[in-house]
């Protein structure tokens, strides 16, 4: 197992922007722009992590790259 004080590599806990692929808009239960907020990565799924939507959805293992952390003025 790996070691629990492994650091993770993106931010814990911020709200961002959905930025999905190209071509692949159709496949995820967001849409492309939507604001979400994001847990944090998975601790056993690396660039992978959790989020809930505006209506409470709370999802998990979507790439971390997709998520686009809003600056100070946008939020």
């Not at 959790?50 to 293992?61: C, E, I, M, P, S």
Request: charged residues 25%.
């Amino acid at each position: 197992m790996k070691n629990p004080s492994k650091k993770f590599n993106k931010p814990v806990g911020y709200v961002a922007r959905v930025n999905l692929p190209k071509g692949y808009t159709n496949q995820y239960p967001f849409e492309d722009g939507e604001t979400v907020f994001v847990f944090g990565e998975i601790y056993l799924m690396p660039e992978h992590c959790v989020v809930a939507t505006r209506d409470g959805k709370v999802l998990w293992g979507y790439h971390t790259e997709h998520f686009i952390p809003l600056t100070e003025d946008e939020l």
